[in-house]
């Protein structure tokens, strides 16, 4: 019988520190949909933009949403914002949801416990792509977890590496052009 496919959903792609790509370098990404079948899609966690919704978008100045952090989700879909985010319940995988509605985002603003973040883009793969990188090392699979979501930028890929590929840190650590020195 054939085995069904595994879904990456919920997992955390972080780049290898020799993924030099410029989307992807030095990135935390949240797959938020994957079938080898039908390919993958997710945000980047670890680009956050320095702005706030109602910052940037004078009809959200008002709305519970005002203070949502924006990020750069990726570079497909870079002229869409998206609205996503997690809660980590008390014991098992984050609850995660993306692409939400404005009237759902603002009802789970409002409720509280839910982070919630506005992406600007999106990352994806074809069908079968994302398992060819996979394949050839450029991405490290993590788990989301909770002591990993108070982190931003670059400190995030770092600790992840640091975590679950020790054997990555120095060259994690090691400046781009190692002969400028």
Not at 152 to 176: F, V
């Amino acid at each position: 019988m054939p085995r069904a496919p595994q879904s990456l959903a919920g997992q955390l792609l972080v780049s290898h520190p020799q993924l030099r790509d410029e989307n992807f370098c030095e990135t935390v990404i949240l797959l938020h949909s994957h079938l080898a079948s039908e390919g993958a899609m997710g945000v980047v966690l670890n680009r956050p933009l320095g702005r706030l919704l109602g910052q940037t978008q004078s009809e959200f100045s008002d709305s519970p949403l005002a203070s949502i952090a924006l990020h750069q989700g990726g570079p497909v879909g870079s002229d869409r914002l998206a609205f996503g985010g997690w809660s980590f319940p008390a014991a098992g995988p984050a609850e995660l949801r993306y692409g939400l509605d404005q009237e759902h985002a603002v009802a789970l603003v409002t409720a509280g416990g839910f982070q919630l973040f506005g992406f600007i883009g999106y990352a994806g793969w074809s069908p079968g792509q994302l398992e060819g990188e996979l394949s050839q090392n450029a991405w490290v699979l993590c788990p989301f977890e909770r002591e990993f979501a108070a982190f931003e930028g670059i400190e995030l890929w770092k600790k992840l590496l640091e975590r679950h590929r020790p054997d990555l840190r120095l060259e994690a650590d090691s400046p781009e052009n190692p002969g400028l020195n």
